[in-house]
Each structure stands twice: as C-alpha cells, then as structure tokens.
C-alpha cells in the first residue's frame, strides 16, 4: 500500500484494523508508528470533548441570554465577555429548540443563578453621588436616606425578564449583592434561600421584593437590618 494511500486512510479511521493496513504496518515501521500516534492523538482529542455539563447549565445559558441587552449596554464590559455572548447564543439556541426551558421555581433560585452570572459586577468601583443612586431607586418607590451604604454598581437588569435594579454594596470585606424586583416576577417567594457560597433573604415592601446576597462568611450579619434602615418606602 503507497504512503498516501495509507495515511488517509489512518486520518480519516485511527483504528482501522482491516487486514491491508495490518500489512503495511508489519511491513512498514514509519507506517505502524504513524497509526499508533494518530491512535494517540484520536484518544487525547476524545477526553477533551469528554466534559461534564455543569448542574443546570441550560437554564445558565438561557439566563445569560435574557440579560444579554444589559451587557451590551454597559461599558465596562470585558471583551472575552463579548465572545462568550456569541458562544452561549448559539449555545441557547440549540437548548430552546430542543425544548429546554427555565427551571427555576423560585425567586431565591433565580436570584443565586443571576448572582453568579453577573459577578463581574462585584469588582467595579463607580462613585455614585445620593442623586443618582436614589434616581435609580425612585422607579420602585424607594430612596436612600442619610447613612446609606457605598454603592460600587448600579444598573438595570432583567429579573426573570421583569426589569429590575441590580445594585452592589461594598462591605467591609465583601460585597453585597442586591436585587429590587417587582412581586411580578412569577416565581414563588422564598424568604431565606442559600448555595455553597452565599446567603440570601427576601424583604417584601409594597409591591417589591428587596433581595440581599451576602457571602457565607461575611462577618456582618444584619445586612437586611441595615439596609431597611436605610432605604425608605413611599406608602402605596
């Protein structure tokens, strides 16, 4: 068998065992050892598509996607941020039309899913003046008043695709996540919701829903104490 022959043979199947490639191997050393590391190679190349998919991977990506308007629109946004956009809208693509759908039962679920998914915001630093963090915070009845918290983010998000604030809190070692959502999310309402990494609790006033995402071993306990202080309601 002529080299050609035999190496596309070896390209296109590794582990041909038909009897003529068994003959130009035993004939051949340069030929056997062409096909063992091609077998090699065939080997390496299946262990590494060999990944586990993550817990609820496909409501990850879906979520990603709903948020995909607010990513675009801030600034700060990374560029490997831009690629992974591109990767997990073909991704989701292929999720939806599979029937795959949001299982996310509830707001604490939700809330730690989108925790994760934006963590990029932790790390921020923007100086928001009272005016402006209170601007944001009047489309839900609500504003700082004098002893308020450094806000390091602020920003619309899509909650469940109900527009929301999403706001960061910088604690004294680290910082807080915090959702206001409108009661009309559809998901049902958990006051104390966890992961492996973080705590979270869900304060209802009027008709919103202050959720605060505290890391599991942040020493500062009365985070949802602090902030009701904080924060004042208009009376609906």
């Known amino acids: 068998m002529d080299d050609l022959t035999f190496r596309k043979r070896i390209y296109a199947n590794p582990h041909d065992n038909a009897q003529d490639i068994i003959d130009a191997c035993n004939d051949d050393k340069a030929k056997a050892k062409f096909k063992c590391e091609m077998k ?3 080997a390496k190349l299946n262990n590494a598509l060999n990944i586990k998919v993550p817990d609820n991977f496909a409501e990850r990506i879906l979520l990603s996607q709903s948020m995909a308007p607010q990513r675009v629109a ?3 946004t990374k ?3 831009a690629l992974a956009a591109s990767i997990l809208f073909c991704v989701g693509v292929v999720s939806t039309r599979m029937g795959l759908g949001n299982s996310f039962d509830t707001v604490g679920e939700y809330a730690l899913a989108h925790n994760e998914a934006e963590i990029i915001h932790v790390h921020d630093d923007n ?7 209170n601007t944001k915070l009047s ?3 609500a504003e700082f008043i004098n002893d308020y918290p450094q806000v390091s983010f602020a920003g619309t998000c899509y909650f469940a695709r109900i527009k929301s604030l999403h706001m960061v809190i910088q604690g004294d070692k ?3 996540t915090v959702f206001l959502i409108p009661k009309e999310s559809g998901l049902e309402e958990t006051k104390h919701f966890s992961d492996q990494n973080y705590n979270g609790e869900s ?3 009027n008709n919103n829903q202050l959720l605060i995402i505290t890391h599991k071993d942040d020493p500062n306990k009365n985070w949802s104490k602090e902030l009701s202080k ?3 309601w208009k009376t609906v």
């Open 174 to 176: 680290y910082p807080v």
């Open 139 to 141: 489309g839900y009845g």
């Open 230 to 232: 904080s924060i004042k």
């Open 79 to 81: 560029v490997y941020l």
């Open 127 to 133: 100086n928001y003046t009272l005016q402006q963090i």
């Open 40 to 42: 090699q190679f065939d």
């Open 203 to 205: 304060i209802t006033v």
């Open 74 to 76: 801030n600034k700060r």
